[in-house]
């Protein structure tokens, strides 16, 4: 480094030009030589590529025009093999093969079990033996051609095979077997191509000698495997190396070696090694002489000054280029000479500068691209010069769409001429507008954001561009929609829930009354009305329960029944609501569907759509109502849409009307809580609410589909169940079963329901003690405990409840017998665990057969 003194960089240009005119870099020359050998070498052995390549062309033209031959005659052996089995005209095609090409030795036709059936021999040769496991005769049963590899056959000829199916009408019927003579067929090959110099082996895929050119000391079926070349044909791999070896004839030869790729065979070009290196050794040795004079004493002067002279220039230009890709962490190195020195110091400094503003910049620019806000920046004048990709996910509108043009092309209309011009006032003033705006995406669709706009202004104070962020709040809105939907939900179930108490108690009363009153009346036609009566009050307690299961407040009970009797009853209903001016008809399938689903809840949800195609039906011509049954296999674009359903087979229940429609906003919302079409006082919003949730409760699909004054068709899709048993529950007797006088302690606060409740059970011979709650039912208990047989508990009453009652009365008694009975949802009861212990209870109101029958089996416990 002390030798070397910082010096002009022209001064030492200058010196590296006169030493590198007097000393010529002579290192170059071998090098030089060295690919001018090659170059000569591959000129050598590109010629014996170009002949590989036209031999491997007529090698496969020769054998697919032998295919072609056979397959010519396919189509009309089938025929004579199939519909004349005229064995004597295949036998003449066949003859014809041999007659036109002199190296098929033999062809012979075996039918679709192997039998041979024709063969046609040239010069006593013999055909190739095959059977049902060869793979001539396997392969084209399969409808494709086989060729096989080459083999010396039983008349120690070498030949190979070509079978090609016989079809008839699509189905293989046959096999054409012909064996080719390998001589032949090189030689027909051979007179196709130019005469070569070269010597040329072909080999088979098990590397024996096929056929070769020129004099040679191998015979034909030698085996070759031995030699490298062709163990590379047998790895499936060309040969192309530049190096010499000993060939099939012991000599030094340059060869190559080409896969006749479809045949597997191999060709091989040998050249003797002396013809190609003599030509090369006279043109190298003038010019090695050349380059080594000229350029011994240039080379090594040139290589030690140059390199000495550009090293910095070279680093320089490293850390340049690392520097444009972005890397900084580089910096030149210093130089000897002034000029490269000086430039690498100001470069250095220059690479940390624009280091620390590119990593700023960098920072801004991810925060504005990454960012979950739509960012939009214009001129001065409105116009859009860049948008993030946020922008583009919200509005739909890529940046080529928009810019170049105004904002206003994301006016919705929601906003009016007023609103625009005040924003354009204040951002024009310098100051920043917030405001929320609804705006239009791309396919027409608005959505809601807050929107900020804020002015650039430069060093001068001028505002040179303006930058508006917006937040989609569409998201936001959907849980505010959401969260009100919640409450209507909380409310309509506190509603449901605070009265099924009461609601289910005046029924109960209702209901034993009814049964006492049909008991005592004599009037067949009375006692149908009252029948009538009390089957609508236990319809009114399925209601009820159905608000329950809606609102999440019950559950559901689910039993294995069929639908098509089912449906055939629910149609007798039809017939109280629907007007006789609308026809309604029904097409039910034959089978029986069985399913596993509460048969209240589905019978309130057909009422509601027959309901909704009764309203639909007002003042249209024809009105019509068709309600279908059928048994359906869903495909696999159903069950993708429907991923959560796992069930193939189901039951779906069309209910069609022709009225007046949906339109397409109205379609998207039927299914809500609250929503409805019909006018104010005609209509809850509820009935399709609870249908989709019922259904859905079901593990069903309710599907709906409309337009205006073109109908509406709604599709339950109910999963079939695998049991074909109706539940046990259905099939139980209405019998009452009597009491034998046995005491009952009777305990319900509502005095209502109690009367009721005692003339029931005294008609059912019982006696009956009252209590109106807990702590009288206490009282009375120790007063008549040895009569007491049972105690019939409300669960919920005033001063003390039935559980804590019935608790305090086991410190006296711990055999006591008790059925709780309760208004409010039994499921819900039952999940209670401040009222847990609770095992035989009986929701109101109750069917007497059931109730008699449930305390008889208590009582006998």
């Not at 040329?200 to 015979?219: A, F, P, W």
């Amino acid at each position: 480094m002390k030798f070397f003194k910082k010096m002009p960089l022209r001064r030492a240009w200058y010196g590296l030009i006169i030493i590198a005119s007097l000393l010529p870099a002579i290192a170059l020359s071998p090098w030089l030589s060295q690919q001018a050998h090659n170059l000569l070498l591959d000129r050598a052995l590109l010629k014996e590529e170009m002949f590989h390549k036209e031999v491997e062309i007529f090698l496969h033209l020769e054998t697919n025009r032998l295919v072609s031959v056979l397959q010519n005659k396919s189509d009309p052996i089938a025929h004579f093999l199939t519909e004349d089995k005229n064995y004597k005209a295949i036998r003449k095609l066949t003859e014809r093969i041999a007659q036109r090409e002199p190296m098929v030795n033999t062809t012979s036709v075996y039918d679709e079990h192997a039998n041979m059936i024709i063969r046609s021999l040239v010069h006593g040769h013999q055909p190739a033996v095959i059977d049902m496991n060869s793979p001539a005769f396997v392969i084209p049963m399969h409808n494709r051609i086989f060729i096989g590899s080459p083999q010396r056959l039983s008349d120690q000829h070498y030949e190979f095979l070509i079978s090609v199916p016989v079809v008839h009408e699509g189905t293989v019927v046959g096999v054409i077997v012909s064996t080719v003579n390998i001589d032949e067929y090189w030689k027909n090959v051979r007179t196709q191509i130019p005469e070569h110099n070269s010597k040329v082996y072909l080999i088979d895929g098990r590397g024996s000698l096929l056929v070769h050119q020129n004099e040679t000391n191998l015979k034909q079926g030698d085996l070759l495997s031995d030699k490298k070349i062709v163990r590379s044909i047998l790895a499936g791999k060309d040969w192309h190396e530049t190096s010499a070896y000993e060939g099939f004839e012991g000599n030094q030869v340059f060869g190559i070696a080409t896969l006749v790729r479809g045949l597997q065979w191999g060709l091989i070009s040998e050249v003797e090694a002396k013809e190609i290196t003599s030509a090369i050794v006279s043109k190298l040795t003038l010019l090695i002489i050349i380059v080594v004079l000229l350029h011994a004493l240039f080379g090594l002067i040139s290589l030690i000054f140059t390199g000495r002279l550009l090293e910095p220039i070279f680093d320089l230009g490293k850390v340049m280029k690392r520097a444009t890709e972005g890397d900084y962490s580089n910096q030149a190195c210093a130089s000897p000479y002034v000029e490269i020195d000086d430039l690498s110091r100001s470069f250095n400094m220059m690479i940390q500068e624009i280091e620390v503003r590119e990593l700023s910049l960098k920072k801004l620019s991810q925060a504005i691209e990454q960012g979950g806000e739509s960012v939009i920046m214009t001129d001065k004048h409105g116009v859009i010069e860049y948008v993030n990709p946020a922008f583009t996910e919200i509005t739909g509108y890529s940046s080529d769409e928009v810019v170049g043009k105004k904002p206003n092309i994301l006016k919705s209309g929601v906003q009016s001429a007023e609103y625009y011009k005040k924003l354009w006032l204040t951002i024009s003033s310098g100051e920043v507008w917030h405001s929320s705006i609804v705006d239009q995406r791309k396919d027409g669709s608005t959505y809601p954001a807050l929107m900020t706009v804020s002015p650039i202004i430069d060093a001068k104070g001028n505002i040179t561009h303006y930058v508006g962020i917006q937040q989609d709040m569409s998201a936001h809105e959907m849980l505010e929609n959401k969260f009100r939907q919640a409450q209507k939900m909380e409310a309509l179930g506190t509603l449901v829930g605070g009265i099924a108490h009461d609601f289910n108690n005046m029924l109960a009363g209702m209901t034993g009354n009814l049964y006492l009153a049909k008991k005592k009346s004599k009037d067949a036609d009375v006692v149908k009305k009252l029948s009538t009566v009390e089957a609508l009050s236990f319809r009114a307690s399925d209601m009820i329960q159905q608000l329950l299961v809606f609102a999440r407040k019950g559950r559901v009970e689910l039993k294995i029944f069929d639908l098509v009797p089912f449906i055939n009853d629910v149609m007798k209903m039809f017939e109280v609501v629907v007007p006789e001016n609308i026809s309604v008809r029904k097409e039910l399938c034959q089978d029986n569907l069985f399913i596993n689903g509460d048969a209240t809840q589905l019978q309130q949800v057909l009422m509601n759509l027959v309901n909704n195609a009764r309203d639909a039906l007002i003042g249209v011509d024809d009105p019509a109502i068709i309600i279908k049954l059928e048994k359906v296999d869903v495909d696999e674009v159903f069950k993708r849409k429907y991923a959560d359903v796992t069930a193939s087979m189901f039951a779906r229940i069309t209910v069609q009307d022709n009225g007046c429609g949906v339109n397409e906003d109205d379609l998207e919302h039927v299914f809500e809580p609250f929503f409805t079409t019909k006018e104010t006082g005609s209509g809850t919003g509820l009935g399709l609410a609870m249908s989709y949730g019922a259904i859905h409760n079901h593990g069903g699909i309710i599907e709906v589909s409309s337009a205006p004054d073109q109908g509406t068709t709604f599709e339950v899709y109910l999963p079939l169940s695998d049991t074909l048993k109706v539940s046990a529950d259905e099939q139980i007797s209405d019998d009452v079963v009597q009491g034998h006088g046995e005491t009952i302690l009777l305990v319900d606060d509502d005095p209502d329901m109690r009367s009721a409740s005692r003339d029931v059970l005294e008609s059912l011979h019982y006696c009956v003690i009252e209590a109106e709650d807990g702590v009288m039912a206490i009282e009375m208990f120790l007063e008549y405990q040895v009569e007491i047989a049972l105690v019939i508990m409300d669960v919920v009453m005033p001063r003390m409840g039935g559980v804590e009652a019935i608790r305090r009365i086991s410190e006296f008694s711990d055999d006591v017998k008790v059925i709780y009975c309760t208004g409010y949802d039994r499921g819900e009861i039952l999940n209670n665990s401040a009222l847990s212990g609770i095992e035989c209870i009986v929701s109101k109101p109750y069917q007497i057969h059931t109730f008699s029958k449930v305390v008889r089996e208590k009582l006998d416990s």
